[in-house]
């Protein structure tokens, strides 16, 4: 399966990606993850990326472009992959669409988490991560056995610089003027299926594989 998963801030893409991915072998690719551990590790496309990523604005096109392109040419994709967060412009798309021609490795799908503002700032303001494994949790929705511990690794849970309430309504309203209009770039190529972000994490894994079943992907 090669895949996009599309939507706004704190759809649950994330969430839904780590366990699809696990379920299905598939690589994930995460542009939101992929660029946090460059700004830790200080590279210079961390360096430049940080100003935009801190007020929730989208890092230019040409890096992010580049750090997808040049993984999908260093990592073995042939048993499949899941794109989180990438592309976010047209310019992206049509990237990575001249990319994956190349690759003779065209998109089967492209899966559109619909939500509401509401649901994103409720899910954002609670979200905690795994500084250790990276794993996702909400304070209310998706809590941690112990307060602040990871259940899986034992790591410590943060929250995120851009899950502040100011940069998320920024984060918001980028995605409307700059990524909602892949909505229709993808539907015009039949590739976009809607499901709702809203859904229970667990209905909404049992929604997405039988949307995978249904399609002819498994
Ligand atoms: P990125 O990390 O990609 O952030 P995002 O798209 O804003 O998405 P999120 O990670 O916030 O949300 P999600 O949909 O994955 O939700 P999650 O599963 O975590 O990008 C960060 C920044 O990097 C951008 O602002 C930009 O600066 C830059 N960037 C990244 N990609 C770029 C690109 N292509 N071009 C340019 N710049 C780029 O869930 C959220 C919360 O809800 C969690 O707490 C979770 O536990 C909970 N939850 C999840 N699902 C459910 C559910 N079904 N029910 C209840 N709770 C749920």
Excluded: W
């Amino acid at each position: 399966m090669k895949l996009v998963l599309l939507g706004p801030p704190g759809a649950g893409k994330g969430t839904q990606a780590a366990e699809l991915c696990k379920e299905y072998n598939l690589l994930h690719m995460s542009t939101g993850d992929l660029l946090r551990e460059a700004v830790k590790n200080n590279t210079a496309q961390g360096i430049k990326a940080k100003s935009y990523m801190d007020k929730g604005d989208l890092v230019p096109d040409e890096i992010v472009a580049a750090m997808i392109t040049d993984k999908l040419k260093a990592v073995d994709i042939s048993a499949g992959f899941m794109l989180d967060g990438f592309p976010r412009t047209k310019r992206q798309a049509e990237i990575l669409d001249a990319a994956l021609i190349a690759l003779n490795m065209p998109l089967d799908m492209v899966v559109y988490f619909a939500t509401t503002e509401e649901t994103i700032l409720s899910r954002l303001t609670g979200r905690r991560i795994c500084r250790s494994c990276g794993r996702i949790f909400h304070v209310t929705n998706i809590p941690s056995k112990k307060e602040g511990i990871c259940d899986g690794c034992g790591g410590e849970l943060y929250q995120r610089n851009d899950d502040k309430a100011e940069t998320i309504k920024n984060r918001i309203n980028v995605y409307n003027s700059q990524t909602k209009e892949l909505i229709d770039y993808y539907k015009q190529k039949n590739l976009l299926r809607k499901v709702s972000g809203d859904m229970d994490v667990n209905e909404l894994f049992i929604v997405l594989k039988d949307t995978f079943k249904k399609s002819g992907l498994l």
